[in-house]
């Protein structure tokens, strides 16, 4: 009986317990990136053409939400580049890109699993 019990906790409840804890962490960092773009929706850089600005609104915003740390990108144009954009990309899609990264140490799945993950959410704003 003991060895069926150790069977089934090492083969089964061990990996489960790991893709929780995964999928329970990657949950809480997706909805800091969402958190963030919220907050973002609502102050947008003032002039996307300005580099300056954009740096002044990068550091205006929180580096960290929920204990994720989160690197904010603007772009210009699809596929993007970089802001600043150029003068005349009045007509031209922009879009916040955020990214995070979080660390797994799982007990089982070890090679199946990301070690260090990193997610990125996108949120058009013109």
């Known amino acids: 009986m003991a060895i069926i019990y150790l069977v089934l906790v090492f083969s089964l409840l061990l990996p489960l317990a790991d893709l929780a804890i995964a999928g329970f962490r990657f949950i809480s960092a997706h909805q800091a990136l969402r958190d963030m773009g919220q907050r973002t929706q609502y102050s947008p850089p003032a002039d996307v053409t300005d580099a300056s600005v954009i740096t002044a609104w990068k550091s205006a915003l929180p580096s960290t939400i929920s204990g994720f740390p989160i690197t904010p990108q603007v772009y210009c144009g699809s596929p993007g580049t970089v802001a600043p954009c150029s003068s005349g990309a009045a007509s031209i899609v922009k879009y916040y890109t955020f ?26 704003f013109q």
């Open 99 to 124: 990214s995070t990264t979080f660390t797994l140490t799982p007990m089982v799945l070890g090679s199946a699993l990301c070690t260090s993950c990193t997610i990125t959410y996108t949120q058009r």
